[in-house]
Nanobody, 119 residues
Framework: QVRLVESGGGEVQSGASLRLSCTVS????????MGWFRQAPGKEREFVAS????????YYADSVKGRFTVSRDKLGKSVYLQMNDLKPEDTAVYYC????????????WGQGTQVTVSS
């Protein structure tokens, strides 16, 4: 069984920074990419950022470009989301996800971590 466990969420004021971590445990798997998504109250889950495992390319939603940075550790066991200059509209539950090789889309999900940004 594979588990993705997020940590690092919290409540901060506008302009602050947070670093989210996602640790992979359990049966090893080959990932095409790992990413971060978020869901705000009353809204659908949306893409935030991703890292392609083969070449390290990063992708970002327009709303977070220049403020958020996705990275991974050398072993590929963890992925991170550095969030700077946080805004109230960044408030959401943030989910780590893995797109395994052979899957059509992101098919593994963590339980989520709450990020709350107050003005």
């Amino acid at each position: 069984q594979v588990r993705l466990v997020e940590s690092g969420g919290g409540e901060v004021q506008s302009g602050a920074s947070l670093r989210l971590s996602c640790t992979v445990s359990g049966r090893p798997f080959s990932a095409y990419a790992m990413g971060w998504f978020r869901q705000a109250p009353g809204k659908e889950r949306e893409f935030v950022a991703s890292k392609r495992w083969s070449n390290g390319d990063s992708y970002y939603a327009d709303s977070v470009k220049g403020r958020f940075t996705v990275s991974r550790d050398k072993l590929g066991k963890s992925v991170y989301l550095q969030m700077n200059d946080l805004k109230p509209e960044d408030t959401a539950v943030y989910y780590c996800s893995a797109h395994r090789v052979g899957a059509d889309a992101y098919d593994l999900w963590g339980q989520g971590t709450q990020v709350t940004v107050s003005s």
